[in-house]
């Protein structure tokens, strides 16, 4: 089945630490984005990737960084300039139509990511 | 800009009532809206879409109509089940910095009793 699949399903970061969480699709879908929930909140978009190697900032990219080397796959690190990492991560893939105000391709997600310190 | 507003949760119903959260918009053109459900632990779903005004979009006996007067997209379901108990999130995707932006409520959770 096709689909969007997050790994580890629960992370844990230590002070100073980088970490890396996986995001893969086999919808060969063109666009991906993460967001970040927060208890009792909506999400918030960290990054996306229309294209492979092309990416752009999101409303809370600040402690974060992406990378889009292949199609598939879109991972996104959580470094030690994130002050505040303990949240749940969400990826989503989406087609991409022509760019314009009338897209009506909803995005898919995956279950998510825990992400929180020790 | 763009924004969706959602009626505060929690909404608490017995099984078999009906189900009615509010969804009102403010998006320039004509977006595209959509429900999402979260389960537990789980990532989005989506539930339902539509794409132009006067549209209903349905699924597992959920509904929505897209009412471009009152800007508004309420989800409603005649009868809930116990199994429905979920965040359920109003979204648009409004045209923003040169791309698509899927633009979130806060979330609803509902939970409903036996």
């Known amino acids: 089945d096709g689909g969007i699949t997050q790994s580890p399903k629960y992370l844990f970061r230590k002070e100073g630490q980088n970490v890396t969480l996986s995001c893969e699709q086999n919808l060969n879908h063109d666009a991906m984005y993460w967001y970040r929930q927060d208890p009792g909140q909506g999400l918030r978009l960290i990054y996306y990737?229309?294209?492979?190697?092309?990416?752009q900032k999101g409303d809370i990219a600040e402690g974060y960084s992406v990378s889009r080397e292949k199609k598939e796959s879109f991972p996104l690190t959580v470094t030690s300039a994130q002050k505040n990492p303990t949240a749940f991560y969400l990826c989503?893939?989406?087609?991409?139509?022509?760019?314009?105000?009338?897209?009506?391709?909803?995005?898919?997600f995956g279950d998510g990511t825990r992400l929180s310190i020790l | 800009g763009n924004s969706v507003t959602q009626m505060e949760g929690p909404v608490t119903l017995s099984e078999e009532a009906f189900l009615t959260i509010n969804c009102t918009y403010t998006?320039?053109?004509?977006?595209?809206l959509f429900w999402y459900v979260q389960y537990p632990g789980e990532g989005l779903q989506l539930l339902l879409k539509?794409?132009?005004?006067?549209d209903k979009g349905s699924n597992k006996g959920f509904e929505a109509t897209y009412r471009k007067e009152t800007t508004s997209f309420h989800l409603e379901k005649g009868s809930v089940q116990v199994s429905d108990s979920a965040v359920y999130f109003c979204?648009?995707?409004?045209?923003?910095?040169?791309?698509?932006?899927?633009?979130f409520g806060a979330g609803t959770r509902l939970a409903v009793h036996p």
């Open positions: 998006a320039t053109g004509y977006p595209s």
């Open positions: 539509a794409t132009k005004a006067d």
């Open positions: 990737s229309q294209i492979v190697n092309d990416f």
């Open positions: 979204a648009l995707i409004g045209f923003s910095g040169g791309y698509n932006k899927l633009i």
């Open positions: 989503a893939s989406s087609l991409l139509k022509a760019p314009g105000p009338y897209s009506n391709q909803p995005q898919h």
